[in-house]
């Protein structure tokens, strides 16, 4: 069978529809005369739409819900799914007011359950007490979203853990006629996103076993990719090799600084996704996803660990302000809404990025530069607010400088600049500089602007001029944008405690034995603390033995990655879990694996089979996840229910 290349398969419909009110005008008009040439890889059209959200929203929502997972495993009754006042337009209202421009929905993840009523599958909401099995959860938010304003798109799992054909060919079928139904019944997507997580332990029809694939070869991704742009041609597609849209290699929300929006024209690589690689032929750009929790999916434990809008203005600054789209996830409760701390964090920030961003300080400044290609291309154009105008020069001037002699009292800290992405990223390497009572300082150099690259003072400045000179470049720069800001600053939110009171509390909990020293991190409730030890080996597991101080009716137990990136620390791959009341005579607990724990770094909740009264609490771990030299955790605790 013949496969359409990934630039075939980017081009595939682009004709077959107009481009919407979000499209800019460069790709409906011809290029001014005497525009230079692009420079090496440049973005398809949908590509320049999808440059221009900046940020948006990922809500997931689903059967993990209710079991308190992250991964489920398949084999979870649906009837579990009954949000008690789901509010769609609750949800969308509040990633508006944060300054979310669109929302993508978890329509099904990875234990295959589905939010719409397909008829592809009795593992669907139709199965529901919600709305008595009539409820489609994509229509109501797919209807709110663009109620709002917003765009909308789907999230859907290559990954089917309780699909028992998953591995073999019947699956792909099965997947592809999913893709169609989302595709064609929700109204225009901007997104579709593939999960990268593909193959391992399953329920699958009951077979309960490991089944791994060669992601590529199975899933065919060009023709897959290319039925998604068969009915929905604006939507840029999320992550394999010719997909619109790379992971960015973590999920802490952090782009690598410079993040480059090309790559090169092979699989995926996450240390080349971080950064992306210079000159390389494919536009590959990085959207940067992260959590607005610890976890995807909602918690209750984790009500007290809502990032702070201060934290989420340093996402900012690490993705958008490095290029990169932020893809914020917001995960709504056993309700079906956004937690009221949530919904605080949001407005604090979104309140204080609108009026930050609302007032360009150079407006009103006068620019020249060292050299213009021509009065089409003027110095000038980096003031007009049009980002499809743009200052360039001669074509052998690739190291040139632009001014702006600002109006007096100008107060920033923040320097936004821009290029014309249609001819592709030019710039290598620039500097900016600021006249600061009559003496120049260098303010920042940095590689690489691209979509946009947002300078953060350490504090407010007043200058005289300010100034962009371009130290490297293949090509005559093409600079669309210099803008100046002031922060205003969110309004604090005070921190929410969790009201579970099935969540055991590790205040009067210590340490009895560990492998390692410091082991007390795991129960400070501190998620910046870890305890490292050397990664176990085969017959020599690394453990810990816990003191809860009294006697509980523990019904499992919490175990919480490190997020913090160390060089050749991972977390462990599985667990073993032993409880008793003497701390002499033991009993097993639970065991397995910690599901995507390497890449989630997410808190895994581990119920027993049944509640039992226990006082001592012990962990082993046989392996790290990835091949390191050491493992990290964060936290160890505990419930009373099972969840």
Known sequence: MTHPSRRGVIASGLAATALPTLATPALANKAPSGAP????????????????????????????????????????????????????????????????????????????????????????????????????????????????????????????????????????????????????????????????????????????????????????????????????????????????????????????????????????????????????????????????????????????????????????????????????????????????????????????????????????????????????????????????????????????????DLPPGRHFDLIRIREYLPLGVRVTRFAVDAEVGGVWKTLAEHECIGAQRIIRLPAPITARRVRLRILEAPACPAISEIALFRQVQPVAVAPARSSDPTILSTKGWHIVAATTPGAEALLDDDAATRWTTPAPTPGAPVSVTIDMGQVAALAGVSISPSRTIAKDVSPPRDYRCETSLDGTQWEAAGSGELANIAYALATQRLAFDHPRPARFLRLSFDAPALPTSAIALAGVGGFTTRR
């Open 37 to 404: 040439q692009p420079w090496g890889a440049t973005p398809a059209p949908r590509q320049l739409v999808w440059h221009t959200r900046q940020q948006y929203a990922f809500v997931h929502f689903s059967i993990n819900t209710f079991t308190d997972k992250e991964w489920g495993y398949g084999d979870e009754d649906p009837a579990l799914f009954n949000p008690t006042d789901f509010s769609a337009d609750q949800i969308v209202a509040a990633a508006k007011v944060g300054g979310m421009t669109g929302i993508i929905l978890t329509a099904k993840h990875h234990d295959g359950f589905c939010l719409w009523p397909t008829l592809l599958t009795e593992r669907c909401i139709r199965n529901t007490p919600y709305k008595n099995g009539t409820g489609d959860i994509v229509a109501e938010m797919a209807a709110a979203t663009r109620r709002a304003g917003l765009a909308f798109g789907l999230y859907l799992s290559p990954w089917d853990r309780h699909h028992p054909d998953y591995g073999r060919p019947a699956y792909v079928e099965y997947f592809r006629k999913q893709i169609v139904e989302l595709c064609t019944r929700y109204g225009e997507l901007f997104e579709f996103w593939f999960d990268g997580a593909n193959g391992g332990d399953g329920y699958y029809g009951g077979a309960r076993e490991t089944r791994k694939i060669d992601a590529p070869a199975y899933y065919d991704w060009p023709t897959t990719i290319a039925l998604v742009h068969k009915y929905q041609p604006m939507a840029c597609t999320f992550d394999p090799l010719g997909a619109e849209i790379r992971w960015v290699g973590n999920e802490d929300g952090v782009a690598g600084d410079p993040c480059w929006p090309t790559m090169p024209n092979h699989p995926y690589v996450q240390s080349e996704g971080n950064s992306g690689v210079r000159g390389a032929p494919l536009w590959w750009p990085a959207e940067t996803d992260v959590s607005i929790r610890p976890g995807w999916f909602y918690h209750a434990d984790e009500d007290a660990k809502v990032k702070t809008p201060e934290r989420l203005l340093k996402l900012f600054d690490e993705s958008v302000g490095r290029g990169t789209n932020l893809n914020l996830n917001l995960p709504p409760d056993r309700r079906g809404r956004l937690a009221d701390t949530d919904v605080a964090v949001l407005r604090s920030f979104g309140d204080a990025q609108a009026a930050t961003y609302a007032h360009d300080l150079a407006k009103g400044a006068v620019a020249h530069a060292s050299a213009e290609r021509t009065a089409a291309f003027s110095a000038a154009r980096v003031l007009d607010g049009n980002r499809e105008t743009y200052w360039s020069t001669p074509d052998a001037d690739h190291t040139p400088s632009l001014t702006l």
